[in-house]
Structure formats: structure tokens, C-alpha cells
């Protein structure tokens, strides 16, 4: 069974920084882990994914402000966030998907952590 705990989440202004954390228990090595962003009554969004060769994907909205890393020794997936807009919040969530290459398509990822909330502010 797989267990995506994250953490790292806060309230910040505009213009802050965060590192969100992602640690993942009963996942096999290298599998395609990424990042999604939800806000009540909005479909999840996806912001950055990694697979199993290092491939990053990141969404257009948040290129070249986050940056998507993995320590696969610790099977710990991190999203570093620079220069957070009020746009950038929401609650976000941590998914595990298979073996395959990675996309930000939340129906590819079968196992969810709770989420961490971050607030940006002006």
C-alpha cells in the first residue's frame, strides 16, 4: 500500500518562497510522482511531475518559478516554489502514478497524499 505524506506548506506573500515535501512509503523506486494544485470547486491542476528517468514536466503557469526535484535513495519528492503569486494558491497534493512516462493528467496517478495548503497573499 502506497503513502504520500507532504509537507512544507504555509502562508506567504507575494513574491515569498516555499519547498513543499513529499515522502513516499510502499512506492517502488523511480515511479512517476508529481504535484497538483486544488481550489474548491476546481478540477485538480497539474503543476510539475517526475519520472523514472529524471524527466521533469512542469506546467506553463509555474515555469521558470518552481522547480520539481527527487531523492530517490529517500523516495522523496520536493517542489520548490519561488516568487508565489496570489494565483499560486491552493491546497496542494502529492499523487504516485506508474512506471510509464509522466503527465500532469491527475486520472494518470492512482494514489493521493492529503495535501498541503499554501496561502499566498498580497
Given at each position: 500500500?502506497?503513502?504520500l505524506v507532504e509537507s512544507g506548506g504555509g502562508s506567504v506573500q507575494a513574491g515569498g518562497s516555499l519547498r513543499l515535501s513529499c515522502t513516499a512509503s510502499g512506492l517502488a523506486r523511480g515511479y512517476c510522482m508529481g504535484w497538483f494544485r486544488q481550489t474548491p470547486g476546481h478540477e485538480r491542476d497539474g503543476i510539475a511531475a517526475m519520472g523514472?528517468?529524471?524527466k521533469t514536466i512542469v506546467a506553463d503557469s509555474v515555469k521558470g518559478r518552481f522547480t520539481v526535484s527527487r531523492d530517490n535513495n529517500s523516495n522523496t519528492l520536493y517542489l520548490e516554489m519561488a516568487a508565489l503569486t496570489p494565483d499560486d494558491t491552493g491546497n496542494y497534493l502529492c499523487a504516485a502514478g506508474g512506471p510509464g512516462s509522466c503527465r500532469l493528467l491527475w486520472w494518470d496517478f492512482?494514489?493521493?497524499?492529503q495535501g498541503t495548503q499554501v496561502t499566498v497573499s498580497t
Open positions: 500500500q502506497v503513502s523514472r528517468s529524471g492512482a494514489d493521493w497524499g
